[in-house]
């Protein structure tokens, strides 16, 4: 029989926590134990067979007897799980480098830590009593060889996990290497190489790097400039606009998908529920894009004036239903073609950042295939997976390796799951219409 696990009560308001004295050391309350007031619920922590949660207490009054959380840490007559609790609940600050040359940017390839075998911007964890600038260029110096110079902050960002009270704060820092003749770290670094944002973004898998990664592409004229994706033309070319968006991917999701493409209107089937799925979204303020790879095109199967017929024919349907579509964006080459626009290299979405003002922290990519997953997560959002559940069985296991956090039957459901969820745009507040200008977005959840 599982052991019962303990439950200790965190509860902590200004800097004070409640404890409770108990044959001469200061611990937690015990769940079922009395406390004098009441509280909310916060997030959960988890240390085996104890489990701390997280409360913060309605009071009328500043607690002048509880203790200051600062000095417990001093003190030998207080619980050791008190002290882990409250350290655990200290923010962890990450500090990277983007480090660019034109529209290409430095990342380094770990050998061991944190990032182990994969690919990440220069930079990391700093020390306890050190500066962010100060550590990220310790950090890009020793993983590089070489030294870096810091140009600007980029943004600041956080980072948490789902319903645990522990953050992470990263702070991303735009910057040039003096030299290129990198001596990486020998017992740490595999590799030094550049790489344009659309690569890179689908090598790191740290979210902060992504959300850097985009924010550097946005503020580099080069980067933009060199960025070329295919688009319908629904844009007016001017409005920018940071909005909360929901990207679709077109055959499997909107329409009915077939073995030899969709080459006529005619062939294009809207699925049941698509449309009710797309208004669901848009009447809860979402914006909506489309973003589709076009095989077809690139085996020159089809010309791109017919494809513009069949988006027409799309569209029409849909400006019937009262749906708006805010661009199409897709993706002209065969599946050989190195291109920063095919699935899942994230090239659409950048072009959607850059043209309309899509942020990362805002969007969610809803999409049938695997490749959809991986294209959403390049960019940093949130990804829903749709299909039957005969589709689903047969890629799980590939699907699972991208954790989607919505996972539905077709965009109707996955459109009620994404209204519903809290961090939702909130209705009536105008859903950040015309904060284009004002691109400083500050802080944002991960
Ligand atoms: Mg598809």
Redesign the pocket.
Known sequence: MAKRRREHLFIETDGQVYLVRDRGTLRFPRKGEELAFPTRAGGTMDFGDDVVRRLKPVLDHHPEEWYQRDALFDRDDVDGLVKRAIYNTMIRCVSEVVVSKGNRVLMVKATRGFSKGHWNLPGGFMDYGEGPEEGVLREAEEETGVRVVLDGPLNVYVSGFPGKPAYSLGFLFRGHATSEEFRPKADEIERVDWFTVDKALTLTRNPFAKWGLVDFFLQSPEARRALRVRRHGLWDGATRAVRPTVFL?????INR?RKGYVRTPDAFEFLPGAIEGMRILQDAGWRLVLV?NQDMMGWKLVPDRQLHRIHEAMLATLRKEGVRLAEIYYCPHHVLSDCACRKPRPGMMLAAARDLGVDPRQAWMV???VL?LEFGRAFGCRVAWVGPKEWRDRFAKEAAEWHPDVVADGLLEAARAIAGRPEGPARGRGAGRGAGRARRRGTARS
């Not at 991917?249 to 999701?253: E, K, L, M």
């Open positions: 991917d077109r055959d499997g999701v998908g589709t999409g049938d295939k959809d």
